[in-house]
């Protein structure tokens, strides 16, 4: 039970939810998409803070390092394998604490090494394709924050650092799930099959009505093809099992649903267009990438949706309402859902105020969308779970922090 | 009239608009955020190059500036003055034409010096309380695009070089309004009568119901302000001012919510801590920006309608379809927003395939929004006139590009 | 008189001077070189920091800013006036006290600003055809130093930071005098006449016998010569200019060398290679600089003279005795100099130790260098001389520092 | 035999060796110098590249990549380890062929990639206490040459580049030995004993008369000192291995100087003034290090001796004169003195001019300096000999490449 009145407002709206409407658009950037990359780097290296933080002082110390920038390189892909002509250059920049006071000492603390550690290995086991050593330029501005913001950190870790808000959504849709699901298996299951399909992928599925058309884009990796006929028949294989996976997917839905794939339409045969890499990241040739836009901490990109704009990677898990709200919301719509009937559609939108507490938004706010919500006699009972379960959640939200720190929560 | 069929559908949507709903949230950061900051340095190295192409080649070259980073530097903010420590850091990156083949001439373009020109007049002028030559570090790595999309591009300037969407909405509300006036008003004629007032604010309306709490936080400039009485009386008169500026649009508007007004709420005066700074810029002392996680072209952030993920600042406004859509999805809400009666909520999704024409989209969404506008008599009128709009707008979508090379349109 | 016995030692040498022999080789690098670019940015860094420390504390702090780096850019030179296509990139590194603490006070200074601003004001004054707001970026990393050097620095202002030498002769020979005025001529007088001769000269002497072949390689400013024809005539016109100035020094010097003179001798007319550029510095496409490596403080480098390592410019003016023991042999070589007879050659050499006063070198040591300076009768008197010459200038070291921080002494 | 007349002028000089005089001053850097370290890494790219450039067209492309700046990092040493807390920061710049055209084909080449490749495997081989992954960062800004030199470079491999000289001496002194050998003594043998001792080492020998005094700054390794007392008795033990391994040496040449040691004479026991460093390199917390700045490619600095004031490390090993006129200065000169009686001293000057075949230089100067060698009865016969000598290897000169390219040669 919730410690103490909170500004939490359920509502039944009636509305036609999202997946029973005509049209739908939604988007999923690959984990090799520029801004994937930036999004990753950022909370590794907020990551890595954090543990250096605890092993060095016993606790995490403020920062916010959702600010990282991808340049682009310049290669020179071929059939066959080409070759890093430039490298990529990744700016990891945000506030972090580099030092603090114990009386008269000063502790100096190794921010810089640490986020350079942190984020080498994970560039390594992310991206097989791309040599850190050589085709990565790493470099840091990582400064301490403001006055007014370390001020409010340092009176009590619980309250709000900023003025905004996280916003989540549940449950997804047959056109969510495809979208999701097929850059997973792109970049997962498939690679047995195709390893010359590279990580950067771009999934946009475009629904009206039953029929789903998926526009996939799809860096592909030259060594592992030898020539235009053997990229033209790699495109037919990857054409044939994305297609299959996905109808497997609308068939374990339970979907009735129709798949149209269009893949790679960028390729022009004739004027010799081909979307091919040699790490199967566009960053090495022309794509540039930054933190917090790209997908949203469920996964997605969904203009039909209500989304937040903050960046949720490489903000700081405890203080930050901008990462903790946005990861809380999607968690909050979840759990209402599976309380409410199946094809109600849940918003959460939670909203702090600079220097009040986490635990205490100053609104928060849960619709509940049927085509009859407002009038659905079981309207009562819905709020009083939305509202419990909320009010739970907010007073236990150090498990949300937690469960970010233990890397358990994905950001992008 | 269309010059042929278009992709285009217009539903009626059963469904209360968002003004008349329990809850509302808009937010706008202000034209001295850092993201505001990173959003028009791009914005303005696109225009600036647009202008070096048409002046050296005779038209737009492809370019995607849409990148900038903005690292907080240091200052030390005192009550009477203080003092620049760190320059701020501004990396202009993203892709440019660098040179071009004439026969066997190469003719190379100079695009770094005409950003750096385009973007310190362009600091100078909006930012006057920031010293362009000492207390910033201009850097930029502007290289070439990649094969791909340049190919794309070269076949012709009406496709679309990107698989990616806009999204816009109309009309404000009475939230939208009081946010986005607001932000003009403490950087606009307010500042005649409180100079302390810095650049950097952030305005965020939630409504509950008809009561508005407006949480403003303002960055001060500290030459403006003797000492912490100076400060307090300073935060109580532009509390007045405010609050009576925003009874006055919600009067002119003919609204009857009622306002309230938090103002710097990170403030604590027994602590010492005050939103001081040097040149009224947070970016100043550890605040880092970047490119579209700011406002959306209309000026908001609107959590409670549709939003897209794309920077709209700084990308190519002849050939990025997540610009001109962006732009035109609000332009199309508008005019459709205007022959649509009052209260309906308009929203427009338009989606780009890349390989495909710009003026034919995959698909074009307009939704019409009353509580019951699927059952309205005038629904097939409605349609009529949504679709005629839309169509006209993408059969003369360079009117568009040509708005906004003009500098006629706002992206932030 | 000296205030106490030091550590110096005179000694005749029975050798003929360098002006005697058959071979000499003499070079200046001109002030838009990108090594004496270099040097002059180091060296206004610290003279603003002088002044800067000097009024933020009232004495100048530690500091060493020998460290620039001129990354050359990229340029389009052509007959009539072309473009500059990438900036070139300043890197201003080195280690500078960034602030001090007073009590429980901490005072920040403002390192980074100041060195922007002396640098821009700099470049402006001294390189008229550069555009310094467009065609160059200024980045800087000026850190604080090391315990262990500041350790020493604080415990007083006079003892050495660093076992290190400076070296001077006196006086210059004919070779010497024509290419330190050559170079000035070309960057003086000659401007009027040919506008189009650019900064970057580079003045290489090679005296055998009486003969001297001077090599001159000048970068010219291509909007003043509006094709090869111009060109060919500049150049014949700048030849007869720079060859009658070389006699008017021969004659005022009453020497009776012969001067030859080969003027930009990297061109090839037939192949169209041309020493064009669009500022007259070589920096613009593809000369990069560094601190330290052009010009001893004398104006010139000197194979068959002895010479300095130590950068002389941009270091610290008051503990640096890489700095002040240059400066300090060149002024003691030319006042024994003119204290011995006239065709003699002194070489003076400053050694000193870390942790030891500046005042009382490990080892001064004084040569005086006729075919039998050894065996001379006026030896005795010489050495007590010179003597006296270098143990009072010691005892008024501080006269050095405050001629350097005074901006009375050029470094390159 | 010499192929044609070229002007070689050899003489005898009537003065004492410098060997013989009162007074002597040579200092070494260490290879953990900072300037060591530029030059080390320069060194390394153009290795890197002359074998990619080989691997890649067949033969080595024009480069010049002797433009390294090390910026100092931040650490906190303390007895038993500290940390690094701000990783040092390395700037690889200076000009390298990123493409060749090969008929309508482009090829782009790999510098940036190679360079880094080379550079972080020299590092981890060089600096074992040095973790390249996090506490150093690697940035290039590799960019093409001037056309100008280009022009030159292209017309032949043989023309010179650049009007510059190289200077050499031999045979070493008893003080330039001891230097030299000191220094390789405690990064080589020394090692084992103290392994506290770090590899950024000074040697600065000042001898006057028989006496010489060796001044050896050492940065010290914390993780191998626990505490005060164990950092004094290490500088004892260490006191006493120098000082014996000095006299070892000088025993070895049959010298009769007495040699004396002052170690780390900044130390200050009393106010807690140490040496200590985390890396063994002082890069880590205080001082920057350019190319070109320390020791000659004889491994020295000799202010009693002829220098050169180019830099060696990084630049083309084919037609930069700067690099290999001073490689063979010393190689003739050593030549040259085995020939002559041993106790001459001999000097070698060479003097290119831009255009002009690097084998047939303006002017190539020996000389052969004894008290009387003008007038010794042998110096014809020796004048012979010196001429031979320079010619065979002027003729020759691409085996000096070769070496180079070969890793055969160092150069500081």
Redesign the interface.
């Known amino acids: 039970m919730a410690s103490k009145k909170k ?1 939490i ?1 359920v ?1 039944g ?4 939810p999202v997946p029973m ?3 739908e ?1 939604v ?1 999923r950037k690959g984990i090799g998409h520029p801004d994937s990359v930036a999004d990753g780097v950022a909370e590794t290296v907020s990551e890595a803070l954090c543990a250096m933080y605890k092993k060095e002082v016993g606790h995490v110390l403020h920062h916010n390092t959702d ?1 990282t ?1 991808v ?2 390189g ?1 290669s ?1 892909p071929k059939f066959g394998g080409g ?5 990529v ?1 990744i ?1 990891m ?3 972090a604490t ?1 030092y603090i006071e114990k009386g008269k000492e000063k502790i ?7 986020a ?2 942190g984020v ?1 290995k994970y560039l390594k086991k992310m991206y097989p394709h791309l ?1 850190v ?3 990565v ?5 990582l ?7 370390t ?2 950190y340092k ?1 009590s870790n619980y309250l709000s650092n900023d ?3 996280g ?1 989540g959504f549940a449950p997804f849709s047959i056109t969510d799930t495809l979208t999701k699901e097929t850059e997973q298996y792109i970049n997962g299951d498939m690679k047995k099959k195709i390893p010359a399909a590279g990580q950067d992928v ?1 999934v ?1 599925c ?1 629904r ?1 009505g039953k029929n789903i ?1 998926m ?1 996939v ?1 799809c860096a592909m990796v030259d060594k592992y093809i030898d020539d235009k006929e053997a990229y033209k028949s790699t495109m037919e294989e990857m054409h044939k099992y994305v297609l299959e996976n996905g109808n497997k997917i609308i068939d374990r839905e339970g979907s009735d649903v129709r798949l149209k794939l ?1 893949l790679n ?2 390729d ?1 045969y004739k ?1 010799g ?3 091919l890499t040699v790490t199967g990241l ?1 960053q090495e ?4 990438g ?5 997908n ?1 901490c469920n996964g997605l ?1 969904t ?9 949720t990677s490489g903000k700081n898990p405890i203080t930050h309402v901008g990462k903790i709200y946005n990861v809380l919301s999607n968690i909050i719509a979840n759990d209402v859902a599976k309380k409410v009937k199946a094809d109600a559609e849940i918003h959460v ?1 939670l ?1 702090s ?4 507490t986490i635990s205490d938004p ?2 928060a ?1 849960i ?1 509940i969308i049927t ?1 009859n919500a407002a009038d659905d006699a079981r309207l009562p009972k819905w709020k009083d779970e939305a509202y419990s379960i909320a009010a739970d959640w907010l007073d236990n939200i150090d498990k949300v922090s937690e469960k970010i720190i233990a890397g358990k929560i994905k950001t992008f």
Do not use: W
């Not at 070759?83 to 490298?87: E, N």
């Not at 100096?108 to 640490?114: G, N």
């Not at 930054?290 to 790209?294: C, K, Q, T």
């Open positions: 500004n407002y509502n709206i009636n509305q036609v409407r005509q049209i658009i988007e600010q920038e340049v682009a310049i020179a070759k890093i002509i430039k490298p250059y700016l920049d945000g506030r580099t100096s603390l190794p921010v810089e090494p640490t350079l550690d080498r040599n050593d050589t085709d330029i790493l470099d840091t501005k400064g301490m924050g403001s006055d007014d913001l001020g409010v009176a003025t905004s808000f916003v771009k946009m475009s009206v058309t526009t884009c269009d339409t960028g022009d004027r267009v081909y979307y566009s040739m022309g794509d540039d930054s933190v917090g836009r790209g949203r990109i203009p039909f949706r209500p989304m937040s704009m903050e960046a939108r909203l105020q600079i220097g009040h100053l609104n706010n619709d085509p």
